[in-house]
């Protein structure tokens, strides 16, 4: 099989603010993707977080249906 052009995982711009993490995020803005998610589970419900790179603050975000989180939650 012959790659006609490179699929590319999904991507976004997000602002650390901490929500759904606990903790004042630092504002820095943030390119995520795939990679960086990683789900939390509480009660019958799902969550997708990411981590900031700079401070370490959760930011619990929506994504768009399909993006698959192939993250593993960051060890605290």
């Known amino acids: 099989m012959k790659i006609v052009k490179e699929g590319k995982l999904w991507e976004e ?3 650390c603010t901490g929500k ?3 903790r004042l995020g630092c504002k ?3 390119l995520v993707s795939e990679e960086d998610l990683y789900i939390i589970k509480n ?4 969550y997708s977080l990411f981590s900031c790179p700079c ?3 959760e ?3 929506t994504v768009p249906y399909g993006v698959r989180h ?3 939650r960051p060890e605290k």
């Open 55 to 57: 401070c370490g603050a």
């Open 20 to 22: 759904g993490g606990g």
């Open 70 to 72: 192939l993250g593993k």
């Open 59 to 61: 930011n619990c975000i």
């Open 28 to 30: 820095a803005v943030l």
């Open 13 to 15: 711009e997000f602002v």
């Open 43 to 46: 009660d019958d419900e799902s």
